[in-house]
């Protein structure tokens, strides 16, 4: 799987993936909700009622978090190799512009030449056009990719085969990196809930560069979000992380919710 799912056209973990996920028990817990708060969670995110299922099945040891991946990669990887273009294939269902709308903020975090690394690179086209956008800005940044699901790894090798041995597969939590890469991109909900700050903890020691800087987003979010506060950088912020910057833009489509990233700067040598 890629970058696990975010909104409605989001480069999910590996756009017709995220829109197409669900059962009867996904549609039983959107049942639940209020019309507003439904209507808010589908615009955010087509496939929270798989989330929020997998979850609960995971705290009832129901499911061990093997399980949550491999439910999360079956639903996920066959529409992404059944897309019949490189965004579809990452997991956006939007034209290039809508794609660019969504994306290309990532690329406000880069500041410097260096490798920048996408954590569920999926069919690898945002390591192209991350690559791309920065050379815009006057900025050369050399690619590497790595996705849990080794078909969509392969699938990326097959479109990029001049980057075949930068593009790697296995899970971010354990995945033993061939280097240190200046930008690490990736999302929160690639893993379990209760794995999330390992996540983070464990790519800033082990993969960031020092010094690098480590990418959470791009994803969805309500603009202005309930609490006042940006709920997914307060998470990371309240596990003692200092956030080093932010960037957001407005939603290609939906103008209740805003497309943010931010990202935290490893400690130097």
């Given at each position: 799987m890629?970058?696990?799912?975010?909104?409605p056209?989001?480069?999910?973990?590996?756009?017709?993936?995220?829109?197409?996920?669900?059962d009867s028990?996904?549609?039983a817990?959107?049942?639940?909700?209020?019309?507003?708060?439904?209507?808010?969670a589908?615009?955010?995110?087509?496939?929270?009622?798989l989330?929020?299922r997998?979850e609960?099945?995971?705290?009832?040891?129901?499911?061990?978090?093997?399980?949550?991946?491999?439910?999360v990669?079956?639903v996920?990887?066959p529409?992404y190799?059944?897309?019949?273009?490189?965004?579809?294939?990452?997991?956006h269902?939007?034209?290039?512009?809508?794609?660019?709308?969504?994306r290309?903020?990532?690329?406000?975090a880069i500041?410097?030449?260096?490798?920048f690394l996408?954590i569920?690179?999926?069919n690898?086209?945002?390591?192209?056009c991350?690559?791309?956008?920065a050379?815009?800005?006057?900025?050369?940044i050399?690619?590497?990719?790595?996705?849990i699901?080794?078909?969509?790894?392969?699938?990326?090798?097959r479109r990029l085969?001049?980057?075949?041995?930068?593009?790697?597969?296995?899970?971010?939590?354990?995945?033993?990196?061939p280097?240190?890469?200046?930008f690490?991109r990736?999302?929160?909900?690639y893993?379990?809930?209760?794995r999330?700050?390992?996540l983070?903890?464990?790519?800033?020691?082990d993969?960031?560069?020092?010094?690098?800087?480590l990418?959470i987003g791009?994803?969805?979010?309500?603009?202005?979000?309930?609490?006042?506060?940006?709920p997914?950088?307060s998470?990371v912020?309240?596990?003692?992380?200092?956030?080093?910057?932010r960037?957001?833009?407005?939603?290609?489509?939906?103008?209740?919710l805003?497309?943010r990233?931010?990202?935290i700067?490893?400690?130097?040598?």
């Amino acid at each position: 799987m890629s970058d696990w799912p975010h909104g409605p056209e989001s480069r999910t973990c590996s756009g017709v993936g995220p829109q197409q996920v669900g059962d009867s028990r996904d549609r039983a817990d959107a049942a639940t909700m209020t019309p507003s708060e439904n209507a808010i969670a589908v615009a955010k995110n087509r496939a929270s009622g798989l989330l929020e299922r997998l979850e609960r099945a995971l705290a009832a040891g129901e499911i061990d978090e093997e399980g949550w991946y491999r439910e999360v990669a079956a639903v996920i990887t066959p529409p992404y190799l059944a897309g019949d273009d490189p965004r579809r294939q990452s997991g956006h269902s939007g034209d290039e512009a809508h794609w660019t709308q969504a994306r290309s903020l990532i690329v406000d975090a880069i500041h410097r030449d260096g490798a920048f690394l996408d954590i569920g690179c999926a069919n690898g086209y945002l390591m192209e056009c991350v690559q791309r956008w920065a050379r815009q800005r006057g900025w050369a940044i050399e690619p590497y990719g790595l996705d849990i699901a080794p078909e969509l790894a392969d699938l990326a090798r097959r479109r990029l085969p001049r980057w075949a041995d930068r593009i790697f597969d296995g899970n971010a939590l354990h995945w033993p990196p061939p280097r240190r890469f200046e930008f690490v991109r990736t999302g929160l909900e690639y893993v379990p809930r209760r794995r999330q700050r390992d996540l983070v903890q464990r790519l800033l020691r082990d993969v960031v560069s020092p010094g690098g800087r480590l990418i959470i987003g791009a994803y969805n979010e309500e603009k202005p979000p309930p609490s006042g506060e940006p709920p997914v950088e307060s998470l990371v912020a309240a596990w003692g992380l200092p956030i080093a910057g932010r960037t957001e833009r407005p939603h290609y489509h939906d103008p209740r919710l805003v497309y943010r990233a931010f990202w935290i700067d490893a400690p130097p040598a």
